[in-house]
């Protein structure tokens, strides 16, 4: 047996060049989120945005058989980390973006994923995608039988097209950069009425232009303040039957598989948070005397809650990464491991970042330091992609109620 979380050449490369774009351009981001509405933030980062794409990430996040430069899970881990950690809104869009892409990759024909993915290869221009499942009214139930709605956006098939009325909320960059949609948006709807849930529920993919997708308004989120998350309709929205991904009604089960890879990425992202917040933190008690003899980190108090901030940390980071192997490697625990791995990143990232505040005393109340803009954007982690109270433990909890459930199978050593 080997256990070795030393970084491959390739990998620390990733690292390094991730690193150097966040400190280089990323940063520079920062200044959108101090735009009056939720809309000219999210507009005033796409130059931002197209250097990413220019530098080759987004390519970098698609698996190579799709014709990216993705190698797996872990490597968009350490991307992840270096870039959230510097900024989180810009990072979201594009990793919202992945997630859109999610159902094709994983669903799709290699028609369909030659026609679909063909404008996120490129290294040129900002094509956004979004995998439109959340609905106004929330969509921990989506598979609620009657007399729960569950997925309410419906589908119906007219002669080789099919038409889509509902409403989608949460999704990321959903109504592009002009209010008319995203390239592509992979709409989970309801293609059967009468059928049980499992047979339900189907993903089709819409492609740009599309008329019919009614932009309602841009969320104005506690954090992410210059990404975009708006709530929108589909009014007889008109898609191709051959856009329909995997199999008719089979919508539940390629939800699910694209949502295990991304839990194991929320951990990584509380990670970053974390991460810039302990850097911050440690600056800050090195220098600051607040009037008195010694700078603060002489004091017990600090040493010890900063070492305990440290230590979580570590503890997240190696979590999400075993994690995100399992993914890689389809590993019969990834579920549970992905899982875990997105409660306890999103959780101590809220956790640890206030009580650093705490070491930082009233100075972190000042936008001035990065504190509380870092807790803000750690807010959304327990509650987005599956919220930790109403479908990630929900899913532990089917987990342990099965009958072969192995205790030692996310540990290797069942």
Known sequence: MAIDFTLTPPQRELQLESRRFAVEVLAGARAAELLPTAEERFLATRPVYEAMVVAGFLRKCIPQPAGGENAGLIDMAIMAEEFYSVNASVTLTMLGTVLGL????????????????????????????????????????????????????IAKLQGDRWVINGRKKWVSSATGWDRKGADVLCVVCRTAPDAPPEKAISIIAVERPASGIVFERAIESVGHRAHLTPQFGFENVSAPRHNLLGEEGGGLALTAASFTGTAALVGILGVALMRAAFDFALHFARTERRGGDHPIIEHQAVGYALADAKMTIEAARYLS??????????????????????????????????????????????????????????????????????????????????????????????
């Open 102 to 153: 999610l159902p094709i990759l994983l669903g799709g024909t290699p028609e369909q994923c030659g026609r679909l993915l063909a404008p996120f290869l490129r290294k040129s221009g900002t094509p956004l995608a979004g995998f439109c499942s959340s609905e106004p009214g929330g969509s921990a139930n989506a598979a609620s039988p009657p007399p729960g709605e569950g997925v309410r956006t």
């Open 321 to 414: 990464w075993r994690a995100c192997h399992a993914v890689d490697t389809q590993s019969p625990a990834a579920d549970e491991l992905a899982i875990q791995a997105k409660i306890y990143g999103s959780e101590t990232a809220v956790r640890v970042i206030t009580d650093l505040m705490r070491v930082v005393g009233i100075d972190s109340y000042d936008h001035e330091a990065p504190l509380g803009r870092l807790l803000q954007d750690a807010l959304a982690l327990p509650i987005f992609d599956g919220g930790n109270m109403g479908v990630r433990r929900r899913q532990l909890h089917t987990l342990l109620k099965r009958a072969d459930y192995e205790p030692l199978l996310a540990s290797g050593a069942a």
